[in-house]
């Protein structure tokens, strides 16, 4: 499975951003796939933003949450990362993730392919 991040990009805090992730493959059924979305600061640790399990479960960290909205598209296996009300501290690469058969989990551990992640850079 292949991922590919885009929709990044230097925003002004309050502002909004879309991030999209584009699956392929060549076995490769889309729906059965559970799908995360993290991020690393410099000098920080990836850490959980969002997630989205293969039945369709949401999942949130605390700090996006009710202002960050995960999706899918299973007609262009695509899988989005809404993200509104932008702060300052939500600047980061961000990374999307994918596991078969998951469950939505918020460890890194979970996820078995990643895409090359995409930049988020909020200006205060």
């Known amino acids: 499975v292949q991922l590919q991040a885009s929709g990044g990009g230097l925003v002004q805090a309050g502002g909004s951003l879309r991030l999209s992730c584009a699956a392929s493959?060549?076995?490769?059924?889309?729906?059965?796939?559970?799908w995360g979305w993290f991020r690393q600061a410099p000098g920080k640790e990836r850490e959980f933003v969002a997630a989205?399990?293969?039945?369709?479960?949401?999942y949130y960290a605390d700090s996006v949450k009710g202002r960050f909205t995960i999706s899918r598209d299973n007609t262009k296996n695509t899988v989005y990362l809404q993200m509104n009300a932008l702060k300052a501290e939500d600047t980061a690469l961000y990374y999307c993730?994918?596991?078969?058969?998951?469950?939505?989990?918020?460890?890194?551990?979970?996820?078995?392919?990643w895409g090359q992640g995409t930049q988020v850079t909020v200006s205060s």
């Open positions: 493959g060549r076995t490769f059924t889309f729906s059965n796939y559970a």
């Open positions: 989205l399990s293969w039945n369709g479960d949401l």
């Open positions: 993730a994918s596991e078969l058969g998951g469950y939505g989990s918020t460890s890194i551990r979970s996820y078995d392919y």
